[in-house]
């Protein structure tokens, strides 16, 4: 986890309370493609109260992650975007449609 707050800052991001509890989400369900609003949930069900976080800025920080390279965005037709955390470790793979 740590080397993901260390790309935030490479790219002068700060690493606020809501991007680091996106980014836990994230790491959390490696693996997974996860929609906007499946992070928003579970953010949710989370609950800390301090780390608040709106549905427009779970949407505004996932571009800026794509932007970065932080995470692959799968988009399919009609669909929701999905995203996926990019690691050190990730192995290519493809996406049957």
Avoid: W
Avoid at 22 to 36: A, P
């Amino acid at each position: 986890m740590n080397y993901l707050s260390k790309l935030l800052r490479e790219h002068n991001l700060r690493v606020t309370p809501q991007r680091k509890a996106i980014l836990q989400i994230l790491n959390d369900c490696r693996g997974h493609h996860l929609e906007t609003e499946n992070i928003y949930e579970l953010l949710a069900v989370r609950g800390d109260k301090a780390q608040k976080v709106g549905l427009a800025t779970v949407y505004r920080t996932m571009e800026l992650f794509e932007k970065i390279g932080l995470v692959s965005k799968l988009s399919i037709e009609n669909s929701p975007a999905r995203y996926e955390l990019i690691t050190h470790n990730n192995l290519r793979h493809h996406h049957l449609i």
